[in-house]
């Protein structure tokens, strides 16, 4: 009887190949079709607001903030979601240029924004890109007083920066599932007010 190399005749070895592709492939396809649904999360993480007053320009460092998700997932490769965002109440105190005013500024920035999501076709994690628009509410004040035992030069109370824009949004992440639930890693930007405030997040979702 003929030998075949490896003791296993072609169309076996070829046929045991097709079997371990069609499992790797249902196995992908069952993946893709678990994660297609609606899905809620919650992410936390380190905002910057990037708002400006008449005197302070460009304040809101790095800030806890937080965002809630609603989407849906159609397809495995597309998606929408609708996020509301908080940047949280980040709070400094500067000196106003040579002199001795102190000037104590807190802001706030909330509001809503929608996305549309595309999916790389990568392995293990989904790579993701958004692209989408924001409503965001900026409220900004900066108050105005002089250190004791020092004189000061007059400085007119700046009135408070409160306003309300819309404008363009977008972001990126990767996501990891866990049967369903997936952990996400996302950084957005956003067109606000007087600045492009941005959000580095991590949080989870869940599809039902």
Not at 111 to 124: E, K, S, V
Not at 170 to 197: D, H
Request: proline residues 6%; aromatic residues 12%; glycine residues 12%.
């Amino acid at each position: 009887m003929r030998k075949w190399p490896g003791g296993v005749r072609p169309s076996k070895r070829g046929a045991s190949l097709a079997c371990v592709a069609l499992l790797g492939f249902s196995g992908c396809a069952a993946r893709a079709d678990d994660l297609i649904g609606p899905y809620v999360g919650a992410a936390v993480g380190k905002g910057r607001l990037d708002v400006s007053t008449s005197l302070v320009n460009n304040f809101g460092s790095d800030n806890s903030a937080f965002k809630l998700i609603f989407g849906w997932r159609p397809i495995s490769e597309l998606a929408v979601e609708i996020e509301y965002l908080d940047f949280g109440r980040p709070h400094t105190v500067s000196t106003a240029p040579n002199s001795s005013v102190t000037l104590s500024t807190d802001a706030t920035l909330r509001g809503f924004a929608a996305f549309g999501l595309l999916y790389l076709p990568t392995p293990i994690v989904d790579f993701y890109l958004k692209g989408g628009f924001s409503n965001l509410h900026t409220n900004a004040q900066t108050l105005v007083s002089c250190a004791s035992g020092h004189t000061c030069a007059p400085i007119t109370q700046p009135p408070r920066a409160d306003s309300t824009n819309f404008g363009l949004a977008g972001a990126g992440g990767v996501m990891y599932r866990i049967r369903t639930f997936e952990l996400r890693l996302e950084y957005e930007r956003f067109t606000a007010g007087t600045g492009n405030p941005y959000l580095l997040s991590f949080g989870a979702t869940w599809t039902f």
